[in-house]
DNA sequence: TCTCCATGAGTTTTT
DNA sequence: CTCATGGAGA
């Protein structure tokens, strides 16, 4: 045997050469599981010559696949292109592709829908049964169809809903289409009906490796359950304290589930932090802690005590994030870089006050979360156009963009349109033959049909290399012509467009067969790409990002802010113990990314819905222990004391006007001369509580700052 | 059919 | 506050 486990840890080292049978993993954050992970699978392929394609390895993300392929390129010789090593829905995606077409009715040419392609979906249902979509709001029934289809109800609320349900399942498969929740749920139905297709996965996948196992949902187990059966050789790795995911459907209890279906689950603790210093862990230890249910463990550490962990609380949320900025500055100053920083946020609206002072402080970063770009409306749009290209009967994409450009062709033509389609049994595109001429548009619709005919030809020849068809369709549709119209908005989206250019010279590279099919395989496994897959790692930049996001990724510097009561637990988690927990698990996360230097802060008042709200602190503050944390405040204490005694916001009440008033003292007002650090001497013009509004002359012009901010002196 | 304005609704987390 | 949606008018 090689010495790849000798730089592993005892405990890391039994789990990866502990291959055969159920083995469960419990791993601490820090402890090295994809250390294990890695080790383990380049274990089983260059010590036990295991075929690489018998592997199968389940991650949370993809970007996590992918860094964990890389690592195991770097351990073994063998080619692993063609191990599995996948999220559950891309894994469910390819064997869909493969075996749908067994289920009646299912083509491995669908096309799987987003979040916002289904809800639209849904919105066209309910329109088509003559229900109100004020009374059914596309987005809850969406919700209620996607908790139903995660086992987290057993049956809808109302019959209505369960008849939307129905019929969008009937739409979704007479347009070819899946949901994200479908590739789940139809990988089951297909092995459940064909017990021969299951059996040719489970000879494939002799061993199977689940990471972030306790963040599985009831189907997601079921699949794993169904596919391991075999060989029972299932290696899952998971930490009970780290599961966030309930909302999706994640239970928890799939660990204690696995171990009694699998008695004889041989169990390994990995409690060894290689992350974070004495002082970190131990204030994460102790925030978990108050879970009640839970099965005891402790993280320990070899590394010393550190630097204690810091709190500050300040005025409001503007001067939170500069706090936040100075000190990225400072530690800059004592050899950090950017990339060693991160900010994490319970929910992404936190993050705006964070990218303007960021902005302004020329401190480059970037933003996790928003709208990806695969989700971008101009790059779907595109993307719709290739589609349609390559396949005229895609009526989804059809729609999309038949008037994208406005062509002048509008919903009462597209009725006409389906209702033909619909007749004659065929596509929209063949329906344009078919319906009677003349009308509004039509003649724009033959326009149309030929503009696509006419791409199709030019996609077609081979001639035409892969980086020009995205510059051919946004010139040929006027798609281009539209957005330069658009001005400095539509310049940035034709900057979207123009990406896409890189992402089809990739699929070039990547991909086997003709131009077409390359296209074709890009789009298939195009949905399933989220920004966080595409978001370049390397970046010399400071991450903003929400604690779900953190998941998984370490930082020597970590700033937890926002750390109040509504926000952080949030205010819509407030109400049941078990909620509670699972934010408690959040906080738990957070902590756990940092390495070196941790801080926590909070704002004393934060505009929320456009209104200024005084804040307090979160509870988990207290559960930590301030005297665990290094206090950097600079309002009096007694302020705070208060503060913290009393109970949390509860809007209208007098007692918060009072508090708000306290904090709004500052000594400077209307007409005073101040100097700023970065826009120079200027004029005091207003004050409203702790805001000054100044003017700085001609180059900086009128700006709003914190009065006591200490870039700010009075002259 | 499109454009513009008003109104209202909503920010928890995501494959 | 900000975005999305829908209605009215051109």
Redesign the pocket.
């Given at each position: 045997m090689s010495d790849l486990l000798n730089g592993l840890n005892e405990a890391q080292r039994l789990a990866a050469e502990t291959t055969e049978g159920p083995v469960m993993v419990m791993a601490g954050a820090g402890s090295g599981k994809t250390r294990v992970l890695t080790y383990r699978i380049a274990h089983l392929i260059n010590d036990l010559g295991v075929m690489p394609y018998n592997i199968l390895a389940v991650t949370?993300?993809?970007k996590a696949a992918n860094e964990m392929k890389e690592r195991i390129s770097k351990l073994v010789d063998a080619d692993i292109q063609r191990m599995w090593v996948a999220?559950?829905?891309?894994i469910c995606c390819r064997i869909l592709r493969r075996d749908i077409s067994h289920l009646e009715g299912f083509k491995s040419s669908f096309t799987i829908l987003d979040?916002e392609d289904s809800v639209k979906e849904i919105k066209e249902t309910i329109k088509e049964m003559g229900l109100s979509?004020d009374e059914y709001?596309p987005k809850n029934v969406k919700c209620e169809i996607s908790s139903f289809k995660n086992d987290m109800k057993s049956k809808f609320d109302d019959t209505t809903t369960e008849q939307i349900y129905f019929a969008y399942e009937r739409r979704l498969k007479e347009e070819n289409l899946l949901d994200?929740d479908d590739l789940i749920l139809k990988t089951i139905e297909l092995f459940e009906a064909f017990p021969d297709v299951l059996h040719k996965y489970q000879d494939i996948f002799t061993y199977l490796m689940i990471d972030e196992f306790q963040d599985t949902n009831t189907y997601q187990y079921k699949l794993v359950k169904m596919l391991g059966e075999k060989t029972r050789n299932i290696f899952i790795v998971g930490d009970q304290d780290q599961s966030?995911?309930s909302?999706?459907g994640a239970r928890i209890e799939n660990i204690n589930k696995f171990q009694r279906d699998f008695k004889d689950t041989k169990v390994i603790m990995l409690e060894q932090n290689y992350r974070s210093t004495q002082n970190i862990l131990d204030i994460a230890n102790r925030v978990i802690d108050n879970n009640g249910s839970r099965f005891k463990k402790n993280l320990f550490t070899d590394s010393k005590d550190g630097i204690k962990p810091i709190f500050n609380k300040l005025n409001n949320a503007y001067g939170e994030a500069c706090y936040v900025s100075d000190e990225i500055k400072r530690l800059m100053e004592m050899g950090y870089s950017y990339k060693d920083f991160a900010v994490i946020y319970?929910?992404?609206?936190i993050s705006r006050n964070f990218e303007d002072v960021l902005l302004r402080q020329g401190i480059p970063y970037t933003i996790?979360?928003g709208l990806s770009f695969f989700a971008r409306k101009e790059v779907k749009d595109i993307l719709a156009y290739i589609r349609l290209i390559i396949d005229y009967d895609d009526s989804f994409s059809f729609k999309r963009i038949v008037?994208e450009p406005?062509?002048?062709?509008?919903?009462?033509?597209i009725k006409r349109l389906e209702d033909c389609a619909r007749e004659n049994n065929c596509s929209l595109f063949k329906a344009i033959d078919l319906i009677d001429r003349g009308g509004?548009?039509y003649n724009s619709l033959l326009d149309f049909k030929f503009t696509i005919i006419e791409l199709e030809e030019y996609l077609s020849s081979e001639e035409h290399k892969m980086n020009e068809i995205v510059d051919f369709i946004i010139n040929r549709t006027g798609y281009k012509a539209m957005l330069k119209a658009e001005g400095d908005e539509g310049e940035e989206r034709l900057k979207n467009v123009e990406e896409l250019t890189t992402v089809l010279i990739e699929t070039d590279e990547m991909y086997e067969g003709t131009r077409k099919e390359k296209l074709m395989q890009m789009l298939q496994e195009i949905a399933?790409r989220?920004d966080?897959d595409t978001k370049r790692e390397g970046d010399d930049v400071v991450k903003l990002m929400?604690y779900?996001?953190a998941k998984g990724l370490e930082y020597k510097v970590v700033f937890l802010v926002a750390f109040e009561e509504g926000v952080f637990p949030?205010s819509?988690?407030s109400f049941s113990e078990r909620d509670i927990e699972e934010e408690r698990r959040i906080c738990y996360v957070g902590i756990t990314r940092a390495r070196e230097r941790l801080y926590i802060t909070c704002a004393s008042e934060r505009?929320?819905?456009?209104r200024t709200n005084s804040m307090f602190e979160s509870r988990f503050l207290k559960e930590i222990g301030k005297e665990s944390l290094e206090d950097k405040t600079v309002i009096p204490k007694k302020v705070f004391a208060q503060s913290n005694t009393k109970k949390p916001f509860v809007p209208g009440k007098a007692s918060d006007v009072v508090e708000t008033k306290r904090t709004n003292t500052t000594d400077i007002s209307i007409g005073d001369k101040v100097n700023h650090k970065a826009f120079g001497d200027g004029t005091v013009v207003a004050v409203n509580g702790d805001v000054i509004t100044v003017a700085f002359g001609e180059a900086f012009g009128v700006k709003k700052l914190l009065a006591n901010h200490p870039s700010i002196r009075r002259l």
């Open positions: 949370f993300t993809n999220t559950f829905h891309s979040e979509t709001k994200f966030i995911y909302f999706r319970r929910s992404n609206y996790y979360g008037n406005k062509r002048k062709i509008g919903p009462a033509l509004q548009g399933l989220t966080a929400t779900h996001q949030s819509m988690a505009m929320v819905f456009g």
